[in-house]
DNA sequence: TCAATAATAGTAATAGTTACTAATATCAAT
DNA sequence: ATTGATATTAGTAACTATTACTATTATTGA
């Protein structure tokens, strides 16, 4: 039985009205501004609750931590292999493509993802400008 | 400046004679039979050194940790959601996918990555014996 | 209003992976 | 073969992301 969390609905909000691919602690930081108390765990408990009922996506990206994403809404992901950041695009459905892979399979496909790498365009921009700086300075590192 | 290990080839000839996809730990364990100092930090370092090299695939499934490809050719993973296992599919090409992406885009697409999800056979029959099962006996928990 | 129990905050524990360091192995140049 | 530079290692510590635990609080149906 599933009982009303003022923090669950202020988590799904969060998600709802922004439009990026926030990760747990991202999600954490801001709903703490609403919420001052709430948990990390609370916040972790509820995305994986969420996730599960359909209502946001979980994705899984292999570069840092997993993101989350209000939009359900079929769409791609590209991921930025430099900085980890999601960004949104357009959907390019895969025609038949279940229909093909269950042919040659004895298990149940339930649905698939399709993710695309590369690296986005400010991580672009910012590898020109070091490479036209590199002449006069030495290598800038993120620590500074 | 790259020198030759015998760790590293132990590793990567691991790989690529094993057609299954196993993690870090696995390798590990399999490595030591021939190589039984080898530290698994060492199986690590080096699985993210051929990974980047190309030689073998590094995939993050969302279900447990990381497992690794010995087979670079073209192929399409099914991930079980039931049991993690990652199973091989031929190749279904996604004609012109990464062209139509890059035009709505401002980055470099270098990639896609397509997983399937869904229950594998083997679940499959578990679920269908528990099923049957289920009206003598209580449900029986993975830990006995 | 009350009892049952779902959900929480706060914290501890865990899994997977990476970082560190002194010792060892590789390899190009003697 | 010997040497020196340095890549790689084993072993261990540290770290990050996530989950589990527990006493307390909030929700909800009766």
């Not at 919420?35 to 994705?59: C, D, E, H, M």
């Not at 004895?106 to 991580?123: M, N, P, R, T």
Request: hydrophobic share 30%.
């Amino acid at each position: 039985m599933v009982k009303y969390s003022r923090q669950r609905e202020c988590i799904l909000k969060n998600l709802q009205e922004r439009r990026d691919h926030p990760t747990a602690d991202m999600v954490y930081e801001s709903v703490r501004v609403e919420q001052p108390n709430i948990s990390l765990g609370t916040v972790y408990r509820n995305l994986s609750f969420l996730a599960q009922n359909g209502q946001i996506l979980k994705l899984t990206t292999g570069i840092g931590p997993d993101r989350f994403d209000g939009c359900t809404a079929p769409h791609i992901h590209f991921i930025c292999r430099t900085c980890g950041n999601v960004i949104d695009m357009e959907d390019i459905p895969q025609r038949r493509l279940v229909e093909r892979a269950s042919a040659q399979f004895d298990g149940i496909i339930e649905g698939y993802e399709l993710q695309l790498f590369g690296k986005c365009g400010e991580c672009l921009s910012i590898n020109k400008r070091n490479d036209s700086e590199s002449h006069r300075e030495a290598f800038r590192t993120d620590s500074e």
